[in-house]
């Protein structure tokens, strides 16, 4: 029987794990390194922005019942049953290696403070191979237990993504990779607790290499999508009806193309995929595909930049209002989003760029602007990286009047390129030729 959960790292996944196992009767704890984080959670205010829904409510709740608490102090492994880490998993492309860190600190302190009969379950994203070279020894070596003997150790990737935490957690179908049939079994009854959706059992190996290719595989549709998007704009046409064209063939299922890939996960877990067989082998599909869609943000501040050519202007001094600075739709999650690589080539190219997001509150060395209107006030473009939903609703003759130049970039579909000229202005979308 399950009653201490401990989770460490609560960010965009330990946070909803953290509050559904509370809301369910455990008694759980959440492991931070940031105190920031710590206080705002105790004070039962949700660290994360963005339409998140019902998470703030479930958290507030959770911490007036006392179900849930949260510390920087390590020492409540001690009396964990499952201790559930959570922590980031970056990957440095310049060393070509995963950026383990926080991993290591993380298992360090748990080794250090968890007692005997524990479950240790890993939830991040990691390499294969990863829980038999890295993780196995660091709790051995600092717990002075062996794995499958004194503990139970596995992996149960996660599936949640922002603006969807609490609901993908609880309905989508998890993969608990177990050293053993005994954690296997113990997994399954952990995990029942929460999630609807189907458990399967597998080997750690296995569970690590179905997260890293789950998204490995969306980042390789998403660049098939963006090359084709690419091919359109060259023979003017619009990849959406393009692709809701294709989409009507049986067993076909075109992405979305758009201004980029960012979050912490797509723009990674194919590297940590890839990094899983070095010295063995070199993937490239997957490698040619993340270097397409790391190019989509600088191509759609191309769009911009040629906007601006083919009326007889140029860039150079111009005011750009990039609209949308998180990586996903009515989010606040900034992580590698491609907003930055569209902001870089149009200051590369001596444009004044200023920047508009509903959600995001802050980003080191980006002002963020609250006030749309303000923002956009005498702008000669507008380039829409993210499609929340406040810019679904705006009104076009308003812009047009607020505007010095009518040029719109649409790096997401989110306007009707017929509409928008008869309008009187410039448009540009990727993938609308
Ligand atoms: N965000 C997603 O949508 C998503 C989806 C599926 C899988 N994942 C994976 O889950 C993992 C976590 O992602 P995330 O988005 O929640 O990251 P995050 O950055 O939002 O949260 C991680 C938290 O861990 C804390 N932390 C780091 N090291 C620590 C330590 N040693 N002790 C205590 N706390 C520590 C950080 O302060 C941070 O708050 C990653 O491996 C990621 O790839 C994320």
């Known amino acids: 029987m399950f009653k201490n959960i401990v989770i460490v790292g609560t960010g965009y996944v330990g946070i909803p794990v953290a509050v559904m196992f509370a809301n369910k009767g455990f008694n759980v704890v959440g492991i931070n390194r940031t105190k920031e984080k710590i206080d705002l959670i105790n004070k039962g205010i949700c660290p994360i922005e963005g339409d998140e829904p019902n998470l703030p409510e479930l958290l507030e709740k959770v911490i007036k019942e006392k179900k849930l608490t949260a510390t920087t102090d390590y020492s409540v492994c001690k009396t964990a049953d499952a201790i559930l880490i959570c922590v980031e998993t970056p990957f440095d492309s310049d060393k070509w290696e995963p950026k383990y860190d926080s991993l ?199 769009l911009v930049i040629n906007a601006f050519k083919e009326n007889g202007m140029d860039v150079k001094s111009k005011k750009i209002a990039v609209c949308g600075f998180a990586y996903l739709e009515n989010s606040d999650d900034t992580r590698n989003t491609p907003a930055m690589g569209v902001i870089e080539t149009l200051k590369a190219k001596g444009a004044k760029v200023v920047v508009h997001d509903p959600f995001v509150k802050n980003y080191p060395g980006v002002e963020i602007n ?21 810019y679904k609703a705006l009104n076009l003759d308003k812009l047009k009047k607020l505007m010095k130049t009518p040029i719109i970039v649409d790096g997401r579909n989110i306007f009707n390129k017929e509409k928008v000229n008869e309008k009187g202005f410039i448009y540009k979308g990727v993938g609308k030729g």
């Open 104 to 302: 290591k600190s993380a298992l360090k302190s748990v080794g250090e403070n968890m007692s005997k009969g524990a479950l240790v379950i890993v939830e991040s994203t990691i390499a294969p191979t990863t829980m038999d070279t890295l993780v196995k020894p660091i709790l051995e070596n600092t717990s002075k237990m062996k794995a499958g003997v004194d503990f139970l150790l596995g992996n149960c990737p996660e599936r949640v993504m922002p603006g969807k935490l609490l609901y993908n957690i609880e309905n989508l179908s998890r993969v608990c990779g177990g050293i053993n049939k005994e954690t296997q079994d113990r997994m399954l009854e952990l995990y029942a607790n929460i999630v609807k959706g189907e458990l399967y059992p597998t080997d750690c190996l296995t569970a690590e290499v179905v997260k890293t290719t789950e998204n490995a595989y969306r980042d390789v549709e998403i660049a098939f999508a963006n090359e084709v998007a690419l091919i359109c704009e060259k023979l003017g046409i619009n990849v959406y009806e393009v692709r809701e064209l294709v989409n009507k063939a049986p067993y076909r299922n075109m992405h979305l193309p758009g201004a980029g890939v960012g979050g912490h996960c797509l723009p990674k877990d194919s590297l940590l995929l890839s990094y899983g067989v070095k010295g063995i082998m070199t993937p490239e599909l997957m490698i040619l595909s993340r270097n397409l869609n790391k190019q989509m943000p600088i191509h759609t501040a191309e």
């Open 370 to 390: 609250k006030d749309f209107e303000k923002t956009i006030e005498g702008a000669d473009a507008l380039v829409f990286v993210t499609a929340h939903n406040d």
